[in-house]
């Protein structure tokens, strides 16, 4: 059966790359897995002279929140659970801290973390936000043979991440566009502000010599534009 595991990322250039030999991989699944949704709203209290019976408040949307995924793994020393027979519960829990834990000195924050778990769930990424360590089962000399672990984590992309899985169609916000084959900038132009015409505006922007060949992969950013 699949394991969950969790992979070390790094950020650079505005993109998320995992590490995969520098991961965590559970010996027992967990029990439960929580991906949380959020949507937050900002209250606006009814105008003055308003009819009697209307509502207090009305919600207005504000924006999404970040998404959070929290979870429990039992971390096993007694030499029971076949892929941690060779390693001690302070050992396990010592290599979770250093994938998602440990202070990141080149990032100045925590790890991102690459959180996956068999084809019934899609990869989450995200930074911990919590890790506590319940010790269940100890040796007569003090050394902990069992613990239970609970972590929860909070969602991570970088902007140019955000920006092209948001797919936001508006003209009056940035666009961060990856090229496909076949894309050219008056064609790219015409979808997003509805005007080829700017294609010569946004080669400049972009330090583009020509418009016709775009290499696919290449990011391009088109800012607001009337």
């Known amino acids: 059966m ?12 505005g993109q998320t790359t995992e590490h995969a030999g520098d991961s965590f991989r559970a010996s027992i699944n967990p029990a ?6 959020g949507i937050s709203y ?16 009305t919600p207005k ?6 998404e959070k ?9 007694t030499g029971v659970v076949e892929d941690a027979q060779e390693r001690s519960v302070a050992e396990q829990i010592a290599m979770l801290k250093l994938i998602a834990y440990t202070y990141s000195g080149t990032e100045h924050e925590p790890n991102v973390v690459k959180i996956s778990w068999g084809r019934g769930l899609s990869a989450f990424y995200g930074r911990m936000e919590s890790m506590q360590v319940n010790y269940t089962l100890f040796r007569a000399t003090g050394e902990a043979l069992r613990a239970k672990v609970d972590l929860s ?3 991570f992309q ?4 955000e920006a092209l899985s948001a797919q936001r169609s508006s003209p009056d916000m940035t666009h961060v566009v990856r090229v496909r084959s076949g894309d050219t900038l008056p064609l790219l132009c015409q979808k997003i502000y509805r005007d080829a015409s700017k294609y010569v505006e946004i080669a400049r922007i972009n330090g583009l010599d020509g418009f016709r060949a775009l290499r696919p992969d290449t990011v391009l950013r088109f800012p607001p534009m009337r």
């Open 158 to 161: 970088t902007q140019m991440e």
């Open 2 to 13: 699949a394991k969950l595991t969790l992979t070390r990322c790094t950020v650079e250039d």
């Open 69 to 77: 995924v929290a979870f429990s793994l039992v971390i096993d020393g």
């Open 32 to 37: 439960d897995y929580r991906h949380t949704y």
């Open 61 to 66: 949307f504000s924006n999404v929140s970040a």
């Open 153 to 155: 984590f909070v969602s």
């Open 42 to 57: 900002s209250s606006t209290s009814p105008a003055e002279g308003s009819p009697l019976g209307k509502a207090g408040v």
